[in-house]
């Protein structure tokens, strides 16, 4: 009993992890690719509602320019993590493997801005291209994530306008 007792006011008195008061939300499954045509430029936008009722988007977003025939992916991520961890853009296909992208990035807080990793250099686009619009390929930063459910066709023409560019 009085061991109960000690364990209940412990309990109380210190302050519990924030890991374990959180209730983690599904991570955001996105079904369709959006396909964007502009004047100087035409790509894919795959993204989803910002998990917790944020405002906004989390995403990426891979872009040929229609004059220079540059091709980039800007992916965006939302807030920093309040803890300060850790960012950086991966991918994990659905086999499991992990390709990484990017300098890893460390900020914390609102004060810090948005994590919107770009890739421009056309070795790091064709390879993130390739493994993120895939089916199954879950994009993340290693705080926010969306898995890509787009079936095989409309991930192959984000695929093509690698090629095509």
Request: glycine share 10%; net charge negative; with cysteine.
């Amino acid at each position: 009993m009085r061991l109960a007792a000690v364990s209940l006011l412990l309990a109380l008195a210190l302050p519990a992890p924030v890991a374990l008061l959180a209730v983690q939300e599904p991570t955001p499954q996105v079904t369709q690719l959006q396909p964007v045509v502009g004047d100087d430029r035409r790509g894919y936008l795959l993204r989803a509602p910002t998990p917790g009722g944020g405002r906004g988007f989390i995403g990426v977003y891979v872009v040929c320019g229609l004059f220079d025939e540059r091709l980039t992916v800007a992916a965006s991520f939302g807030l920093f993590p309040e803890d300060g961890r850790p960012v950086q853009l991966a991918v994990r296909s659905a086999t499991g493997a992990i390709d990484r992208f990017g300098p890893v990035v460390r900020h914390s807080g609102s004060e810090s801005g948005f994590h919107s990793p770009l890739l421009e250099d056309p070795e790091d686009v064709e390879r993130f291209v390739a493994v993120a619009f895939r089916s199954g390929a879950l994009i993340s930063n290693g705080y926010r994530s969306i898995w890509n459910r787009v079936d095989e066709a409309q991930n192959a023409q984000a695929r093509f306008l690698v090629d095509d560019c």
